[in-house]
């Protein structure tokens, strides 16, 4: 599947990875080693899979505001995603992750089925001008 989608940028950048998608919420805090990145939540339809380097996209993050440090200590970890897509709400945990780790944020909202099509495909955010592409 190949395409390009306009989003909407939250945290600046440009990245590209692999396509992760889930329409689950995920708590960054809990759910997620922070040593390998891999969602360790077994109710999670991510179970026993790494988020490191890819294109994350899920609806919005649940939990405690520490879930922004989580996700600065993923990046510090180097097994955080390369960038994150929001396909809901873009949640204050979540923004305020990416922007202290540095890692691109945007939303894209009513496009669902478009991006679920897209997991394991190649993905690049460019969030600076507003667009995700799927090669």
């Given at each position: 599947m190949t395409g390009t989608i306009?989003?909407?940028?939250?945290?600046g950048g440009v990245c590209t990875g692999r396509v992760l998608f889930t329409r689950s919420p995920i708590n960054f805090l809990s759910a997620i080693d922070q040593n390998t990145g891999i969602i360790t939540?077994?109710?999670h339809d991510l179970h026993g899979i790494?988020?490191?380097?890819?294109?994350?996209?899920?609806?919005?993050?649940v939990?405690?505001?520490?879930?922004a440090y989580s996700i600065f200590s993923l990046r510090r970890n180097l097994v955080a995603p390369s960038g994150m897509i929001c396909t809901?709400?873009?949640d204050i945990t979540t923004a305020s992750g990416c922007?202290?780790?540095?890692?691109p944020l945007v939303s894209i909202t009513n496009q669902s089925d478009f991006l679920e099509n897209s997991q394991n495909s190649y993905?690049?955010?460019n969030a600076d001008i507003g667009v995700f592409r799927i090669e």
């Open positions: 306009s989003c909407r940028k939250i945290v939540d077994s109710s790494s988020i490191s380097d890819t294109i994350l996209i899920f609806p919005y993050s939990g405690s505001t520490v879930g809901v709400k873009v922007a202290i780790a540095g890692i993905g690049t955010i």
